[in-house]
């Protein structure tokens, strides 16, 4: 699955190939996984569980990047790469820039309307990632 494609990005700048770590990828599994269970705590506001959704969405897709041996600072990057690292949908694709998208407004310029309809979207596609970055083996180092 999209070894090419991933190793042109390391060419044009956007990735670096760095050899997986069982450590990190265990701690980004484990952090991402307490953040999405924290995102579906309807207690707390609708802007703190869109943050917590969108950084476990964040995790996971690092988490899978690293896992092939990539690296990115690049969140945008990160999340592209999704459709070469575990095979997410256009769809879902989709709703991980939306959302980042939507971060970017709350971080930048203030922005707390988090439109419900989203959240409950990320969450959704974030449990789908979960899934997929779960079915990987962890990097033997």
Sequence with gaps: MGKRE????????????????????????????????DAQNKTIETDSQFDLAIEAAHKFALAALR???????????????????????PADLQIFLKAHNERNLAAY?????????????????????EAASSNLDPPKN
């Design 6 to 37: 991933l190793d042109n990005l390391v060419e044009r700048g956007s990735l670096a190939a760095e050899a997986p770590s069982r450590i990190e990828f265990d701690g980004m599994i484990k952090s991402a996984r307490r953040g999405l269970f």
């Design 67 to 89: 896992h092939r041996g990539y690296r990115s600072e690049n969140r945008i990057t990160v999340y592209q790469t999704l459709a070469h690292t575990v095979g997410t949908s």
């Design 109 to 129: 310029q203030g922005r707390l309307d988090i439109d419900t309809k989203l959240l409950v979207d990320l969450i959704a596609a974030t449990k789908r990632l």
